[in-house]
């Protein structure tokens, strides 16, 4: 039987934003030479918080780490966030390639593993030479992960270990709508794009936004999250549970825009009153009541 032509996903870990003296445009470089790498390689690279469904995005990365038949991870100025997603791909024990700058040392616990190593100051030459190295690695190693039964990536080097694997369960589709908006009412603090924790929050902000969106399930909190979002006179946009049915939006103002208009923009687009009452005094009334 023909093997099937569909291009198989290589996921990509690696730093996005500024870390080390790196900006975010010598992430977005990096990313461009390991994309070339995994293309070469005859995969789609993919980074794993990527996704053609909208969902909460850890979930997202976990399954995306899981499901990758090959992983490149990038542990480059040793990012806090890249380090876990690389222990939790390989407490998976799945195809696992790490690459790293040549400023970058040695992470005691995964230095057993090869490191293939680049030029941070991504030398051309040397580049060009990293690329094929590491489009060769993706083809060596996923081979090898499929043609060989005891093949692993780092646990059973030390000793015989219970992989970790993700359980997997059938559901009507109801009953996936429901589970998920628990899973977003949850884990609302925790989102991307903005989604922050009260902690978080400035207090007594004169440029600052709240706007309640009541008690109860709200399945149009996305929308609205992403029209603040794309707001151009708004930062710092997230949501703030005071209690586990009862959400704020919350937004600040940029300094270069006059406050009120936008709080009356924000206000029409929205359909609900905006207040500028500061987070803590936000909170005290909530639980003052009754």
């Not at 039987?1 to 010598?26: F, L, Q």
């Not at 976990?62 to 990038?74: A, E, F, K, S, T």
């Not at 709200?218 to 946009?237: C, F, G, Q, T, W």
């Not at 103002?253 to 359909?271: A, H, M, Q, Y």
Request: glycine fraction near 6%; hydrophobic fraction near 35%.
């Amino acid at each position: 039987m023909a093997e099937s032509k569909e291009t198989k996903v290589c996921g990509i870990v690696m730093p996005i934003s500024s870390i080390d003296g790196c900006a975010e445009t010598h992430w977005s470089e990096v990313l461009e030479i390991i994309n070339e790498a995994v293309d070469d390689a005859g995969f789609e690279g993919n980074l794993v918080s990527n996704s053609d469904e909208v969902g909460i995005i850890h979930k997202r990365i976990i399954q995306n780490l899981y499901d990758n038949p090959i992983v490149v991870c990038d542990v480059s100025c040793k990012n806090p966030n890249v380090m876990f997603e690389l222990g939790l791909r390989l407490a998976f024990d799945k195809p696992t390639i790490i690459i790293k700058d040549d400023k970058t040392s040695y992470s005691f616990d995964t230095s057993a593993i090869e490191h293939l190593e680049y030029p941070r100051d991504l030398r051309f030459s040397q580049i060009v030479e990293f690329k094929q190295k590491l489009s060769a690695k993706i083809q060596a190693t996923f081979k090898k992960s499929t043609t060989d039964e005891n093949y692993t990536t780092f646990l059973k080097h030390f000793g015989e270990f219970k992989v970790a694997k993700i359980d997997q369960k059938e559901v009507s589709g109801q009953e996936y709508i429901l589970e998920e908006l628990k899973n977003l009412r949850r884990s609302v603090q925790r989102m991307d794009r903005g989604w922050v924790s009260r902690n978080h929050f400035k207090e007594n902000s004169d440029r600052g936004i709240d706007i309640c969106l009541g008690h109860g399930e709200r399945p149009d909190i996305n929308e609205k999250l992403s029209m603040l979002i794309s707001h151009p006179a708004l930062k710092n946009v997230g949501v703030m549970e005071l209690d586990p049915d009862h959400l704020h939006l919350t937004a600040d103002v940029k300094p270069d825009f006059p406050t009120n208009i936008v709080r009356e923009e924000v206000e029409s687009l929205i359909g609900r009153k905006v207040s500028n009452i500061s987070r803590k005094r936000a909170i005290k009334a909530e639980h003052g009541k009754g």
